[in-house]
């Protein structure tokens, strides 16, 4: 699994190209050439960008799915609603479609972020008040979340 760090602050062009932050596809070397799957953010209106073999990845829990239930073809719909593929360009650009660009809802300025396995692309003020939200206690969140995990075995 690849695991990405770091949260960069980007513009997108009047064409919604966005250049890709050097810091980031140096934490891709290997893969970059693959390319990226784009899609709307599960939680949150951003978007999430997947290395392809995360992607893969995703797509192999997904597929387990039993789509002979209502449901769940409803939830495989929803996530797949706008999932396309990217490459960056000669200038080290990733072409974002409108339609996801204005479900992000996605201006100039534009934040590229890690989430472990991903990015997350968020408008800029989308994002500030997202991670500055008062009435978001970390310290409450982080016990809720992480409070029950086992602890891990550092032999």
């Not at 810091?23 to 953010?41: C, D, N, S, Y």
């Not at 590229?112 to 994002?127: C, G, M, P, Q």
Request: charged share 25%; proline share 5%.
């Amino acid at each position: 699994m690849l695991y990405f760090i770091g949260s960069h602050p980007c513009k997108l062009d009047d064409k919604n190209r966005l250049q890709f932050p050097v810091a980031l596809k140096k934490q891709l070397e290997g893969v970059l050439h693959e390319g990226f799957v784009i899609r709307r953010g599960t939680h949150s209106r951003c978007l999430e960008l997947y290395p392809i073999s995360e992607w893969k990845k995703e797509m192999d829990n997904i597929s387990q799915i039993n789509q002979f239930i209502p449901e769940n073809q409803a939830f495989i719909r929803m996530f797949l609603a706008g999932a396309n593929f990217l490459e960056l360009d000669a200038s080290h650009r990733l072409l974002i479609s409108k339609d996801l660009a204005e479900y992000a809802g996605l201006k100039k300025e534009v934040r590229v972020t890690s989430a472990i396995n991903k990015f997350e692309i968020w408008d800029l003020k989308a994002y500030e008040q997202t991670v500055n939200n008062p009435d978001t206690d970390m310290a409450t969140l982080s016990v809720k979340v992480m409070g029950n995990m086992p602890p891990l075995n550092n032999q």
